[in-house]
């Protein structure tokens, strides 16, 4: 059993792509697309549906799992090169997590929990054709694990004045801070039950066990995740 757990961040600047989605059932980005108009009637339809991605938005990043048949299946670009590569992690601009399909495979041989990767075409809605033939997949973390000790990380962490998840108090690192050891978490996570998680306290987090890790590391996979060591206690 290892000794080492690290933790990454969705908000890395790097990771962030401006793509979008739609959830069967519940959201249609392509009726939003479609709407160029400022009449009173598209107002109020616009409206009603960016308030419905809110409300996907949210629960997501609450780590709520996703229905199967409300899952995206298809990523939408606006004027994507063919020839750009995609790093193995990245996010959207409502920061839904991506993953290549490479990454993904290596996930699917651990322990995810009720963490599950749906698969998606990559669809440019601007030029009506897909980007390519590859298949990505986005990533419903839905396990939730407590280790936080903030009074042992770094002092550039900053404590909020509101709850994101009731009954925790809830903690954001700025991503330029992130390094080995700025965040400190109980020594227990080494024999967590999966081995992806998002702690309740700490803001965009995701934390993986060093078997994960290390899978990444050889599948030559791992530099999009920007991974640090955690600080255990």
């Not at 979008?20 to 009449?39: M, Q, T």
């Not at 994507?80 to 409502?94: A, C, E, H, I, N």
């Not at 404590?159 to 080995?180: F, M, P, R, V, W």
């Amino acid at each position: 059993m290892s000794n080492n757990v690290w933790t990454t961040t969705i908000m890395f600047d790097e990771n962030y792509r401006v793509f979008d989605l739609s959830f069967p059932g519940k959201f249609d980005y392509v009726e939003l697309y479609k709407i160029k108009g400022d009449s009173e009637e598209e107002k109020k339809y616009r409206k009603q549906l960016r308030n419905t991605k809110i409300e996907i938005v949210d629960q997501y990043h609450l780590s709520k799992r996703i229905e199967p048949n409300n899952a995206p299946t298809i990523l939408y670009a606006h004027g994507f090169g063919k020839t750009v590569k995609l790093p193995s992690f990245f996010r959207t601009q409502d920061g839904f997590v991506i993953l290549t399909e490479a990454c993904a495979n290596v996930l699917k041989q651990f322990r995810l929990g009720q963490s599950t990767l749906y698969p998606l075409s990559f669809f440019d809605i601007k030029l009506n054709e897909p980007v390519n033939d590859q298949t990505y997949y986005f990533l419903n973390i839905a396990e939730l694990r407590s280790y936080l000790y903030p009074e042992y990380c770094t002092k550039e962490l900053d404590k909020h004045s509101y709850t994101k998840h009731e009954g925790y108090q809830i903690y954001k690192l700025y991503h330029a801070d992130y390094k080995d050891h700025a965040i400190a978490i109980k020594k227990e996570a080494v024999n967590c039950d999966v081995d992806l998680w998002q702690d309740p306290e700490l803001n965009h987090s995701i934390f993986i066990s060093d078997e994960l890790k290390k899978a990444l590391d050889d599948a030559q996979l791992v530099d999009a995740w920007q991974l640090f060591l955690c600080d255990l206690k």
